[in-house]
Every structure is written in structure tokens, then in C-alpha cells.
């Protein structure tokens, strides 16, 4: 029962992430979702995950991008852009999309629910063998990839008219 409570507001709070237009509030339905992610892992057994999840997404990375989108500040020129992507004219492309992709993901795994992998606990020794053993290239590319896309966000977010008024005043 836990895991379908948790698996419904899962959904209902990242149906709101994309609807919602008010950035702030974006990210505060995005820390829900990620909760109740994290409610899912604890649910079918893997309470280090459960507590990762809190950690690391809904923790450091969600504080991070909130201070990212108040340091940008968009204001109202973004409002009428975000309520163009949520005409129901710009969704009909990506549902049919989404829909082909879930038809995919059935049919694929249909087949392999009687050879389902059993269950095993794994602890945070393990997992940090498994990430920072042969994956450590892959874990700093990524951290560095996400670096860089806070610095290009902020970049391209910024007020190029204020920050030339603010170089000539100097």
C-alpha cells in the first residue's frame, strides 16, 4: 500500500513540476516527487538508496537549483514563454512520444516477469566500490558536466543590458 501512496504522489507532484509556472514552485513539487521517490526505494527494500535519494536530490542538488533560479531571476518574460510550452498544442507531439515509449517498455518487459532478479541488500561499502572503483571517470565527468550546466544557465539567464550598464558605470 505504501508504494502505490507513494508512487501517486510521485506522479501527481511531477505532473505539477511540468504544469506549474512559477519556478520556485516547480522545484518545491520537484523536492515532493523526489521524496516520494525515495519513499518508493525504502518501500520495496533498499533503504540506502531511500536515504541517498533524500541526501544527495532532494538535499544538495534541489538547494542548489533553487539558488540558481533565484539568482536568475527571470521575472515575467519567462511567464508568457512557460504558458506557450503549456498550450495543449505543444504537448500533443511529446505524449504520443512518451505513449510509443510506454508501449516499449511493456512490451519489453512482459516477457521477462517470470526471470525477475531477486532482491538483495546492498550497503553503502558496495556501493561506493561499484561508483568510485572502475566508474570514477564516469562519476567526475558527470559532476563536471552539471558544473557546467549551472554556469551556462547562468550565463544565458543573466541581464546583458544590466551587467554592460553596470561595466561602463565602473
Known amino acids: 500500500m505504501a508504494f502505490y501512496l507513494a508512487a501517486a504522489i510521485a506522479l501527481i507532484a511531477s505532473i505539477r513540476v511540468i504544469t506549474n509556472t512559477n519556478p520556485v514552485?516547480?522545484?518545491?513539487?520537484?523536492?515532493?516527487s523526489l521524496?516520494?521517490?525515495a519513499m518508493i526505494f525504502f518501500a520495496v527494500g533498499a533503504p540506502f538508496a531511500a536515504a541517498l535519494e533524500m541526501i544527495v536530490y532532494a538535499g544538495a542538488i534541489m538547494v542548489l537549483f533553487v539558488f540558481v533560479v533565484m539568482?536568475?531571476?527571470?521575472?515575467a518574460v519567462i511567464d508568457d514563454q512557460e504558458k506557450k510550452w503549456l498550450s495543449p498544442?505543444?504537448?500533443?507531439?511529446?505524449?504520443f512520444l512518451s505513449l510509443a515509449l510506454l508501449v516499449e517498455l511493456l512490451?519489453?518487459?512482459?516477457?521477462?516477469?517470470?526471470?525477475?532478479?531477486?532482491?538483495?541488500?546492498?550497503?553503502p561499502k558496495e556501493v561506493?566500490?561499484?561508483?568510485?572503483?572502475?566508474?570514477?571517470?564516469?562519476?567526475?565527468?558527470?559532476?563536471?558536466?552539471?558544473?557546467?550546466?549551472m554556469v551556462a544557465a547562468w550565463h544565458l539567464g543573466r541581464d546583458a543590458d544590466k551587467d554592460d550598464k553596470e561595466m561602463h558605470n565602473v
Request: cysteine-free.
Open 89 to 95: 498544442r505543444a504537448w500533443i507531439g511529446p505524449s
Open 107 to 123: 512490451y519489453t518487459i512482459k516477457p521477462n516477469l517470470e526471470t525477475m532478479i531477486t532482491i538483495t541488500t546492498v550497503g
Open 25 to 32: 514552485h516547480a522545484l518545491l513539487y520537484l523536492v515532493v
Open 71 to 75: 539568482i536568475l531571476n527571470l521575472g
Open 35 to 37: 521524496l516520494a521517490v
Open 128 to 149: 561506493g566500490i561499484a561508483l568510485f572503483g572502475p566508474y570514477v571517470l564516469a562519476v567526475e565527468l558527470a559532476s563536471m558536466l552539471l558544473l557546467a550546466a
